[in-house]
């Protein structure tokens, strides 16, 4: 969590710091009826940690994600959840183009390539390209669309599946992934983690994409069979991969740190200094607009506010 959260908090609030507790369970059986709101950051939150929580009254997460948090149960329960979404839009979306555009160029590989002294007996081999692609987006929320706007302005035709077709939005709609996937040769994945779309993109999605497909994952690891594809970049069913997200963070599969026609990064979709403070800021808004009786700013689906 960002100093500015946590100052911030500890200013206004009675903060407890249970990222910095040596034994959370001591923390929890002494403190858990006193808390009435929690800051949290890939925090799993459900029942059994609300069982310990009984006066808990918003949960504040930092991120647009919150499938770490059961969300359906906090509003059973009355507790409303916040996310942050609009502010880290087009820091993810930024990340997204340039992750492309280094997998498919293999930007990172000709840097090494330089550093190693290998240019002075060679140049570097030629790469794939933008040039003639068909891109496809799983997920077209808002930082899909983000993605899809600025793939426009690089002259790529956009494709996308999602829950439903969006009218307002001049793209090309495929029902199913299957069939997006068999209709272009790049698939960018930004649609929201969870049990719904865990493994959604399997062998098959993969196969389809072909030899000359390339995956871009910029939304959670979940979404991704990664044993398929670490195999599937093996025996050349697709081209290439960049990966900002994994299933197991921080650790990272080495079938997939072994290949060399992948682009991996620790998870930096949003994280740029300026992004991650407004981040901080709606956590901390939402807290404060909560406990000022103004009710939640950036609540999610399953808990609206007022509530029906």
């Known amino acids: 969590m960002m100093p500015l959260v946590t100052d911030t908090l500890d200013r206004l609030f009675t903060l407890h710091r249970g990222d910095l507790?040596?034994?959370?369970?001591?923390?929890?059986?002494e403190l858990g009826p006193r808390i009435r709101g929690m800051a949290v950051?890939?925090?799993?939150?459900?029942?059994?940690?609300?069982?310990?929580?009984?006066?808990?009254?918003?949960?504040?997460?930092?991120?647009?994600?919150?499938?770490?948090?059961?969300?359906?149960?906090?509003?059973?329960?009355?507790?409303?959840?916040?996310?942050?979404?609009?502010?880290?839009?087009?820091?993810?979306?930024?990340?997204?183009?340039?992750?492309?555009?280094?997998?498919l160029r293999q930007i990172p590989q000709s840097d090494r390539y330089l550093r190693q002294g290998r240019w002075l007996d060679k140049p570097f081999p030629l790469t794939g390209t933008l040039r003639g692609r068909k891109v496809g987006i799983l997920g077209l929320g808002r930082i899909g669309r983000a993605v899809a706007h600025r793939l426009v302005a690089f002259g790529?035709?956009?494709?996308?599946?999602?829950?439903?077709?969006?009218?307002?939005?001049?793209?090309?709609?495929?029902?199913?992934?299957?069939?997006?996937?068999?209709?272009?040769?790049?698939?960018?994945?930004?649609?929201?983690?969870?049990?719904?779309?865990?493994?959604?993109?399997?062998?098959?999605?993969?196969?389809?994409?072909?030899?000359?497909?390339?995956?871009?994952?910029?939304?959670?690891?979940?979404?991704v069979d990664?044993?398929?594809?670490?195999a599937a970049l093996a025996d050349g069913t697709i081209q290439s991969a960049g990966l900002d997200v994994f299933a197991d963070e921080p650790r990272v599969p080495q079938?997939?740190?072994?290949?060399?026609?992948?682009?991996?990064?620790?998870?930096?979709?949003?994280?740029?200094?300026?992004?991650?403070?407004a981040m901080g800021q709606l956590v901390i808004d939402n807290l404060v607009s909560w406990f000022s009786g103004k009710g939640p700013v950036t609540p999610v689906a399953e808990t609206p506010h007022p509530r029906p």
């Open 226 to 230: 990664e044993d398929a594809l670490a």
């Open 255 to 277: 079938a997939l740190i072994a290949q060399e026609h992948t682009v991996l990064l620790p998870h930096v979709g949003s994280a740029s200094t300026h992004t991650r403070n």
């Open 156 to 223: 790529a035709p956009v494709a996308y599946h999602g829950r439903r077709r969006q009218d307002d939005v001049p793209y090309e709609y495929h029902p199913t992934l299957l069939g997006l996937a068999k209709a272009v040769d790049v698939l960018i994945v930004v649609a929201p983690g969870g049990p719904e779309t865990r493994n959604i993109v399997d062998r098959e999605v993969l196969a389809a994409l072909g030899p000359e497909g390339v995956l871009v994952n910029v939304a959670r690891g979940t979404l």
């Open 21 to 29: 507790a040596q034994d959370k369970d001591r923390v929890l059986a």
């Open 41 to 103: 950051s890939h925090v799993q939150v459900d029942g059994a940690l609300l069982d310990r929580l009984p006066n808990l009254e918003i949960v504040a997460n930092f991120g647009v994600g919150y499938d770490t948090i059961d969300a359906a149960e906090c509003g059973r329960r009355g507790v409303t959840v916040t996310n942050t979404p609009d502010v880290l839009t087009d820091e993810v979306a930024d990340l997204a183009l340039g992750l492309l555009l280094a997998t």
